[in-house]
């Protein structure tokens, strides 16, 4: 079993639709939870990140986590054509950060 | 802007060479990342540093090397490249050990 599995996608919604993305882990031991969105051939840039269960609001991006369930999820509200990207979960215990594969989204106008 | 410079931004070399890849974390972090991301590729974690020290080593092959010097800037090696070694190459940077990390824009090799 893998530390951390991501759905690859491809993921299409409609421009203005909510979107839910998830990861889950194996791991117990992880304590940061974070969240990157990365353009194609650019750097992943860091969109939220958390270190307990519950939810966190960001203007329109939500991440949650849910770690009885080993579970996580970002939410975008009112989507736009620009947020069409990957999305990278990450987690981190003290001597290592895994990242999930990544889902490819695509937001249709 | 993350705050993370990598250089050169780009990198056209021959097979059999070497090339060293440069890294300026953000600020005040004293943790370095290295990652290699290779064409619709996930993140394949290479080696961590942490205040000087290597923490960390993933799957990094032989002829790669790094190492992070007392500025804290970091520098990765690679030598005797194979045309596999084309790949974007990413560092991120942290405050802590495995905190929220910040990556740069990546260095694009391209071994011909």
């Known amino acids: 079993q893998k530390e951390v599995e991501q759905d690859p996608g491809p993921l299409s919604v409609p421009e203005g639709a909510i979107v839910s993305l998830n990861c889950t882990y194996s791991n117990s031991a992880f304590q940061y939870f974070m969240w990157y969105r990365q353009y194609s051939r650019k750097g992943p840039e860091l969109l939220m990140y958390t270190y307990s269960s519950g939810n966190k609001e960001d203007g329109r991006f939500t991440a949650q986590v849910d770690k009885s369930s080993k579970y996580i999820s970002l939410f975008i509200r009112d989507s736009q054509p620009s947020d069409s990207a990957t999305y990278l979960c990450a987690m981190s215990t003290y001597d290592k950060i895994i990242f999930g594969k990544g889902t490819r989204l695509h937001i249709l106008p | 802007d993350s705050g993370v410079t990598q250089t050169p931004k780009h990198l056209i070399t021959a097979t059999g060479q070497r090339v060293t890849l440069r890294c300026s974390p953000r600020s005040g972090d004293l943790s370095v990342y290295w990652y290699q991301q290779s064409l619709d590729q996930g993140l394949q974690f290479l080696i961590q540093?942490?205040?000087?020290?290597?923490?960390a080593k993933g799957n990094i092959l032989e002829r790669f090397s790094a190492q992070q010097f007392p500025d804290l800037h970091s520098e990765l090696n690679l030598s005797s490249l194979e045309l596999g070694d084309s790949a974007l190459y990413f560092c991120?940077?942290?405050?802590?050990?495995?905190?929220?990390?910040?990556f740069g824009q990546g260095t694009r090799l391209t071994v011909v």
């Open positions: 540093y942490y205040n000087g020290e290597e923490r």
């Open positions: 991120a940077s942290s405050v802590n050990l495995n905190t929220e990390a910040f």
